[in-house]
């Protein structure tokens, strides 16, 4: 008999992980569970669910008939992933964690581990897809534009994707959660899990002011007028409305307030008035440190047409890429994108092909 070729599937504890883990049983492969546990600081059952995970994705692998073995990434994840996070925002920008998550922990502490397993392949319950190309693998949009997490796994190189299997990328989330009630799997009824990557939901001011001072310092308007008072720049991003603490002018109008720009020098938060209010929108965007997954850039004619996310939940958007000096590039977008954030990622698509992406500059607050 031919060996079965061996997979490793990340099993976080939650509904979309285990019928992965179910769907690769099914196609015949070897299939082992691998669950990480990656955050120690606050382990307590007011706000850490990684006990509770455990459980589910033991109990899921007892009812798929699979092993599971629990690793701690805890180390790895501090140092790769949280280190970076608390220096952006102690920097005034807003960090993705989950995309660092992806490409430093799920990706590469895990994959390391899994070869040490024999593993042929890795598998997460990631919405997206895999295809054969000429450079290598491409990564594309999942069948269920709604779920797709392309954007969260743009940073992935061609080492990484090779051995990674993405069972979920052609199903749409309602069917998940059938196979598992039909399956019997415990998880499925099971809400998809939120918050910061490995740590989860919690009051988000109070557990960044653990790590990083409060700095209090004026709200002002673009013309300097004060209108209140915030907790720290790094509390606040691009684009936000909730958590000012302001209400509409004496003037008379009552808009909501947005948050448009950050003066470090001053420790200034600059507001403005109105979902539209020009602060707000940018037609170019700088991006640095962009990662192809290919390896290399497109060519100039592809580099033409392109659509891009500045935020997850965005439809893509029509743009012109220009590749700067040092590894960057700007995108010149035919309609303005509204409160691009420096921290956050520039996600670059030709149709449903992820080509890679790279961190919004700081410059992007400052140009039109």
Not at 124 to 137: C, E, F, I, K, N
Not at 332 to 354: K, M, N, S
Request: aromatic share 8%; net charge neutral.
């Amino acid at each position: 008999m031919p060996r079965r070729r061996r997979v490793i599937v990340g099993m976080s504890g939650g509904v979309d992980s285990s019928v992965a883990a179910w769907l690769l049983k099914q196609q015949g492969y070897d299939v082992v569970g691998l669950f990480m546990k990656n955050w120690e600081d606050d382990n307590s059952a007011e706000y850490c669910t990684s006990r509770e995970d455990l459980v589910d994705a033991a109990a899921v692998a007892d009812v798929i008939g699979i092993e599971i073995e629990a690793v701690n990434f805890a180390a790895e994840y501090r140092e790769r992933v949280f280190a970076h996070f608390l220096r952006e925002y102690a920097a005034g920008r807003t960090p993705n964690p989950d995309v660092l998550c992806n490409s430093e922990i799920k990706f590469r502490a895990f994959l390391d581990h899994a070869r040490t397993l024999g593993a042929d392949h890795i598998a997460t319950g990631h919405y997206a897809r895999l295809r054969p190309a000429a450079a290598g693998v491409e990564l594309r949009k999942a069948a269920d534009g709604s779920k797709d997490q392309s954007y969260f796994l743009h940073q992935l190189t061609q080492e990484q994707l090779a051995p990674a299997l993405f069972p979920l990328g052609d199903m749409v989330k309602r069917d998940v959660r059938a196979i598992a009630r039909r399956e019997g799997i415990p998880t499925w009824g099971k809400k998809d899990s939120t918050g910061i990557c490995f740590i989860g939901e919690r009051p988000f001011r109070d557990f960044l002011s653990r790590y990083l001072p409060r700095t209090p310092g004026p709200i002002e308007t673009p013309e300097g007028r004060v209108v209140g008072s915030h907790q720290g720049l790094a509390y606040y991003t691009l684009g936000q409305r909730q958590g000012l603490g302001i209400g509409g002018t004496r003037e008379g109008t009552d808009l909501p307030w947005f948050v448009a720009a950050k003066d470090h020098p001053r420790n200034a938060l600059i507001a403005v008035q109105g979902h539209a209010h020009p602060l707000l929108c940018r037609t170019a965007v700088d991006a640095q440190a962009v990662h192809w997954i290919a390896g290399a850039a497109p060519t100039a004619e592809a580099l033409a047409a392109l659509g891009a996310k500045t935020r997850y939940r965005m439809a893509d958007a029509a743009c012109r890429v220009e590749l700067q000096p040092g590894g960057g590039c700007r995108a010149v977008f035919a309609v303005p994108q509204w409160a691009p954030t420096p921290g956050q990622y520039l996600v670059l698509y030709d149709g449903d092909v992820c080509l890679g992406g790279g961190v919004i500059g700081d410059s992007t607050g400052r140009e039109a």
